[in-house]
Nanobody, 122 residues
Framework: QVQLVESGGGLVQAGDSLRLSCAAS????????MGWFRQAPGKEREFVAA????????KYTDSAKDRFTISRDNAKNTVYLQMNGLKPEDTAIYLC???????????????WGQGTQVTVSS
């Protein structure tokens, strides 16, 4: 029913910036909170950031709070993750996901994209 496609990942140096995009299918994108997660090799998936359906409420993990910004453009069915001051520890596959409710920035999430690779070299 719902398709999520991430893009914008790549290989960058420490201190660089990247802007990830997640394009969603369907006409009800604006009705759901959206989140970004990441998974590094050998590690569990971890929460990065989330935004409510209206874009007013946001939530970040501590490591991303001062460097990353999540936003959305409901007219384009797209959610973004602006990442500044990237560090090697940010290296991971980044996935976007759809929450089950308009304000559910803490989840649960029911649809997931395939992910886009972010690699930060030192």
């Amino acid at each position: 029913q719902v398709q999520l496609v991430e893009s914008g990942g790549g290989l960058v140096q420490a201190g660089d910036s990247l802007r990830l995009s997640c394009a969603a299918s369907g006409r009800t994108f604006s009705s759901y909170a959206m989140g970004w997660f990441r998974q590094a090799p050998g590690k569990e998936r971890e929460f990065v950031a989330a935004v409510s359906a209206t874009g007013i409420i946001t939530k970040y993990t501590d490591s991303a709070k001062d460097r990353f910004t999540i936003s959305r453009d409901n007219a384009k069915n797209t959610v973004y993750l602006q990442m500044n001051g990237l560090k090697p520890e940010d290296t991971a596959i980044y996935l976007c996901a759809r929450s089950r409710t308009p304000t559910g920035v803490t989840g649960p999430y029911d649809y997931w994209g395939q992910g886009t690779q972010v690699t930060v070299s030192s």
